[in-house]
């Protein structure tokens, strides 16, 4: 496999990997914590598997308990690590609170944070509903916002910590159908710099982590990643193929390992070139809306 443009081997659901080579130190994340909103599904799903095979502890969080009870069993089979499911709405303070409660028991601490949750859908602006777009700013960047200062409240401020808020390339180059998602987006990435200046000295680093079209996903999937309108999305990305969720989880690994210890506010993309080259390309975007406003 050549370490430039190949993919490693990845499973497109949500399942963990059949093989796996290790990059890093395979203790690297031995005795720590992590909490994962959104890490029951998709690239939540791999970044717990991946922080799992490196030795850590994870709790995975999304509204449906069914889902992150299922994902946990799966996990903690194939990593031999405790995953805890827990079940809260991001943009219900109360429900985070209850949730950071239920770790510090089980867990005693909590190393890592990784903002995940998140909704989208392609629309055209003038058919976005308010609260549509309302809905999509309350999840991703309220939902980050309340995760991380109930996180700081409860245990950063006194012991530090590291956040990594999933974010997206969108707002870039203005993508088109995506202005409730992109202005979200973007809005996070805003946040991780100011609190990466205001929680500096708290010992707390906060990045954010941007993909590009990632396979084996809902993202993938609501934006029209499998419809022929995008089967030449590939030749649109300069390293011509589309993203696997394990290149995702290997850019947080990276983020919260040591080797990033004096980085912080900054925004890692990892997309393949793709904002560069692929955003609005008009007879893609055009043929997608026809299919349905409603993907
Ligand atoms: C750069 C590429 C961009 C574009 C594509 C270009 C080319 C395509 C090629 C490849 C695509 C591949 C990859 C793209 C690359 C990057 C993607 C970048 C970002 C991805 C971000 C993501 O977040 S992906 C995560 C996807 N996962 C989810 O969305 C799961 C969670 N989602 C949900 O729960 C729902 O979908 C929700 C977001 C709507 C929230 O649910 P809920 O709280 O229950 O809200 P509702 O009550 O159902 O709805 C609230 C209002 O929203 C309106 N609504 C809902 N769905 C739609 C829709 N499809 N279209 C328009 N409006 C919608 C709903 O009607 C409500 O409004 P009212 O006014 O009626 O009350
Ligand atoms: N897929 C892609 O190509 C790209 C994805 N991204 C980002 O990557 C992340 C993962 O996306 P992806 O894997 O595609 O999608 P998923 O739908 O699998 O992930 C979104 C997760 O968020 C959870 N979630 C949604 N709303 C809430 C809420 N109100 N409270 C708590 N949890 C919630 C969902 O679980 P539940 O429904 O149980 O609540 C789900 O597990 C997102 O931040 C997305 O914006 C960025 C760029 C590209």
């Known amino acids: 496999m050549s370490a430039t443009s190949s993919s490693p081997q990845e499973v497109d659901t949500d399942d ?16 720590k914590v992590a909490f994962i909103t959104g890490g029951g599904s998709g690239i939540g799903f791999r970044i717990a598997e991946i922080l799992m095979r490196h030795g850590c502890q994870t709790v995975i969080a999304s509204r449906s308990l069914e889902r992150v009870q299922a994902s946990a069993k799966k996990l ?25 409660e239920e770790t510090l028991q089980k867990f005693a601490k909590i190393d890592i944070l990784i903002n995940g949750a998140a909704g989208n859908f392609l629309c055209p602006a003038s058919g976005l509903s308010f609260n549509a ?23 950063f401020k006194e012991h530090g910590g ?15 159908l995506q202005v409730h998602a992109g202005s979200a987006k973007a809005a996070i990435d805003a946040m991780t710099r100011h609190l990466a200046a205001e929680w500096g ?37 300069p390293l011509q193929r589309v993203g696997t969720k394990s290149e995702v989880a290997h850019g947080v690994l990276y ?9 912080t506010g900054a925004t890692l993309v990892i997309d393949g070139g793709h904002w560069l080259t692929g955003a609005n390309n008009l007879s893609v975007m055009q043929a997608l809306l026809q299919k349905s406003a409603r993907l």
């Open 133 to 155: 777009f309302k809905t999509v700013l309350e999840i991703d960047t309220i939902g980050t916002f309340n995760t991380s200062k109930v996180l700081y409240q409860k245990w």
């Open 162 to 176: 590291i956040i990594v808020n999933i974010t997206a390339t969108l707002s870039y180059r203005g993508q088109i």
């Open 76 to 100: 903690s089979a194939a990593t031999g690590q405790r995953c805890l499911p827990v079940s809260l709405d991001v943009r219900q303070p109360v429900t985070i609170n209850a949730a950071v």
């Open 16 to 31: 963990c990997l059949l093989n796996y080579s290790y990059i890093f130190r395979d203790d690297m994340l031995k005795d």
């Open 255 to 263: 983020l919260v390992s040591p080797a990033a210890s004096y980085v």
């Open 201 to 237: 000295p708290d010992n707390i680093r906060i990045n954010s982590l941007a993909p590009g079209p990632i396979s084996g996903t809902e993202g993938f999937w609501k934006l029209g990643g499998l419809t022929k309108a995008v089967a030449s999305l590939d030749k649109l990305i």
